[in-house]
């Protein structure tokens, strides 16, 4: 029973993080879609970078873009200062994670970032620090408290990124009037390719295969 708790004591925890970040948001938000949507609509990119517990967020928030037809990639903050920054063209939008906002990575990417044009979106829970005032837009998540008892994991933190990564993807997929159609094309193996493309004609016999008995009536 103890173990119980304590394991729904830390899902509440991060519920509470996720119910804080949604009332919260405000006209950053819109920005934001507003800013991704018209990249994307020029033929341009996203962006999205974090280092630690975040880089695997971003990785995440990258996937869901792409299965929504938004072309997204990940970039390591550290191989972009040793060559990677060849993958940013101007009019592409960054997406920066960074819980304090203060990742020195990302510090010294963001300036780099927009000197190739580049318009930068912070996700962090620092609303006042360098990360967040060095964007061009900055969307700020609400966390009162990590759910690691040691107060030090990244738990209800992360939870709240990767939650507003699937927000901003969701709304753009309104957006840009993705159907269901579009999302078929890009999924086209496993269950969902199976759930969305196959048809009675793909697995049933036909002509000579198909199997008749004579009409003897």
Excluded: W
């Excluded at 006209?27 to 949507?37: G, L, N």
């Excluded at 990302?106 to 930068?120: A, D, I, N, Q, S």
């Excluded at 829970?125 to 837009?137: E, F, K, N, T, V």
């Excluded at 709240?160 to 159907?179: H, I, K, N, Q, Y």
Aim: hydrophobic share 45%; glycine share 8%.
């Amino acid at each position: 029973s103890s173990l119980i708790a304590r394991g729904q004591a830390c899902i509440l925890v991060e519920a509470e993080a996720l119910q804080e970040t949604a009332r919260s948001l405000g006209p950053a938000f819109a920005e934001a879609v507003t800013a991704i949507d018209a990249a994307v609509r020029a033929g341009r990119k996203v962006i999205v970078s974090g280092v630690g517990k975040s880089a695997a967020i971003a990785e995440k928030i990258v996937g869901t873009f792409n299965s929504i037809g938004v072309p997204t990639c990940f970039l390591d903050p550290l191989n972009a200062l040793h060559g990677d920054l060849g993958l940013c063209t101007g009019g592409d939008v960054a997406i920066l994670l960074s819980n304090s906002g203060t990742t020195e990575e990302l510090l010294r990417v963001l300036p780099l970032l927009k000197r190739f044009g580049l318009r930068t979106l912070a996700v962090t829970a620092g609303a006042d620090s360098p990360l967040a005032q060095g964007c061009d837009h900055a969307i700020v998540y609400r966390v009162p408290r990590e759910a690691c008892p040691l107060r030090l994991a990244p738990t209800a933190s992360t939870t709240a990124a990767l939650a507003l990564g699937d927000a901003l993807a969701m709304v753009l997929l309104e957006c840009r009037g993705f159907t269901r159609e579009d999302f078929a094309r890009l999924h086209p193996a496993g269950h969902l390719g199976r759930i969305l493309l196959l048809r009675v004609a793909d697995i049933m016999r036909a002509n000579d295969r198909f199997p008749c008995l004579p009409d003897t009536s």
